[in-house]
């Protein structure tokens, strides 16, 4: 029963197509960009004007009929492309929302050029009779097939009738430069970690449990990464010899076994970064059990686990030069008759005493044990993401996601990460007095405030009691879990976010070492 289940989990991690003879149409998106935003002339790309030159000028003239909005489909201009669709890149100048600072500015193109795409993309999908698609690099191939690869994504793991995606590749139309090939390369690199991490947190609970997660990992590594990752898996019985009572209080509940999974990158000799990833594979609440309605999308609780994974294992296909260790506790929160009661009090791995008034905030819970775990690496930097907290999601909805430092470097590497990426972070306080309201009468902290307010702010407070390392962050993405942002390019469900943030935080810190 687990191999069989597990087969459904790894299967679509792995990249199989369908023979050459069965695909029978190809697509191509095309960009262009209007001159201002009240003009209907139409500036083509240089794939799109090449592309033009071959039809007689039939897609520019089809163009100017009325107004493209996003993006249209044509069908029957050429032999060699029988559907190509022109996507409108938005005019970055005029989108003010991205232009926060000046680092955004320079990256703000790339997010029009990933949008533009996305759309195309998306567009050719719809019509089976698409088996490959061509994509116009529109002046940043990087951009172009994070675009592509993202919006192309599906979730069809448990359907018995599977549609298989279009093939992606570049625009044939022009010859590339061996930097615009690597760019794209590159790209897909980065969208594919996202959609790894998209897919463990879209698989139901069921087929993604403590167990079934640390052997998706293992085979994903086996198949693709081996030689350059390892993982070691810490059981049940090793995390209770390492004393990690805050960790074993949220998995008792549980009839899954619980797991502490390491992931190492090693391609430097320079201080481990650990990543530290939430990974409660399903959240009922415990005894301070959820309401039932939308219960089911707490399958993606993991989602901090599923996207330091994700990035750790793009750090290794782009063969940056760090040593990253990746620490991924993961268990089950579950009511039963051996659950945590509110109200009980436990030892965490660094000695400290908790008071459980709310076994809800179980997230907080093991990631207090992993990250005192972490400092045993002596690390340079630890970077933590979980789910955390409803409140989070409430301050900043699905924009952005919201980033607590004690490093302003750390801070300002992570922020351009961000603006690189097109999956943007916000910094948060972490002021004093909100760490005052997590005092306990009966033990050192209560793991939930005295205060209706600032729950994100009072759950990164908890977080600091556990961390040793100068250099912290911790990301509540609680708000960016699925996909209700503007971001055209992540269909509906579960979104991955912020892996691409965090590796290009990773390729910057790199070029520090």
């Excluded at 792995?14 to 002339?41: C, I, K, M, W």
Aim: aromatic share 6%; proline share 4%.
């Amino acid at each position: 029963m687990l191999q069989s289940q597990l087969n459904r989990v790894v299967s679509p991690l792995l990249s199989h197509h369908a023979p050459f003879s069965q695909r029978y149409l190809t697509g191509l998106v095309l960009t262009g960009q209007y001159e201002s935003p009240d003009s209907n002339t139409i500036q083509l790309s240089e794939c799109a004007k090449t592309f033009d030159s071959k039809v007689a000028s039939k897609l520019s003239e089809l163009a100017s009929i009325s107004k493209i909005s996003k993006c249209r489909t044509f069908y029957g201009l050429h032999e060699d492309y029988p559907v190509v669709t022109l996507s409108i890149i938005e005019d970055s100048q005029n989108n003010k929302k991205l232009l926060d600072y000046d680092v955004a500015s320079r990256h703000c193109i790339a997010e029009s050029v990933r949008t533009a795409i996305g759309n195309g993309v998306s567009s050719l999908k719809s019509d089976k009779s698409v088996d490959h698609i061509e994509v116009d690099s529109a002046g940043n191939a990087k951009a172009a097939s994070e675009g592509a690869q993202l919006a192309l994504y599906s979730y069809d793991t448990l359907k018995t009738e599977k549609q298989p995606a279009p093939i992606l590749s570049q625009c044939k139309l022009l010859d590339l430069p061996a930097a615009c090939v690597k760019d794209w390369e590159n790209g897909l690199a980065n969208a594919n970690s996202q959609n790894i991490a998209r897919h463990l947190m879209e698989t139901p609970g069921n087929h993604m449990t403590p167990r079934l997660f640390v052997e998706t990992l293992k085979t994903k590594v086996e198949e693709e990464y081996a030689g350059k990752v390892t993982i070691v898996v810490r059981d049940k019985d090793w995390i209770t010899e390492q004393k990690m009572g805050s960790f074993l209080s949220v998995a008792k509940g549980s009839e899954e076994p619980p797991f502490l999974l390491e992931i190492h990158y090693k391609n430097s000799d320079s201080s481990p970064i650990c990543l530290v990833g939430k990974g409660v594979t399903f959240d009922t609440g415990g005894i301070s059990i959820k309401p039932s309605k939308g219960m089911d999308a707490m399958r993606a609780d993991m989602g901090g686990a599923a996207c330091v994974a994700g990035a750790t294992l793009g750090a290794a296909s782009l063969n940056l030069p760090i040593n990253l260790v990746t620490l991924i506790p993961l268990c089950e929160n579950m009511p039963s008759g051996c659950a945590t009661k509110p109200g009980d009090v436990v030892t965490a791995m660094n000695g400290k005493t908790i008071q459980i008034d709310n076994t809800d905030a179980e997230g907080r819970l093991i990631l207090a044990d992993a990250l005192t775990y972490a400092d045993s690496f002596e690390p340079s930097v630890v970077i933590d993401m979980a789910t955390l907290t409803g409140a989070m999601a409430v301050a900043l909805g699905g924009e952005c996601v919201g980033t607590y430092s004690t490093c302003n470097d750390l801070w300002n590497t992570l922020e351009k990460g961000g603006y690189i990426s097109g999956d943007r972070l916000w910094r948060m306080p972490l002021f004093k007095e909100y760490g005052d309201l997590l005092k306990s009468a009966t033990a050192d902290i209560n793991n939930i405030s005295s205060a209706p307010y600032g729950g994100s702010i009072t759950a990164a407070k908890f977080l600091q009691n556990f961390v040793e390392c100068k250099s912290w962050a911790h990301l509540d993405i609680a708000g960016v879990m699925d996909s209700t942002s503007s971001m055209s390019y992540l269909p509906k469900g579960m979104s991955g976010r912020p892996t691409r943030s965090i590796i290009e935080a990773l390729k910057l810190m790199s070029l520090e070492k």
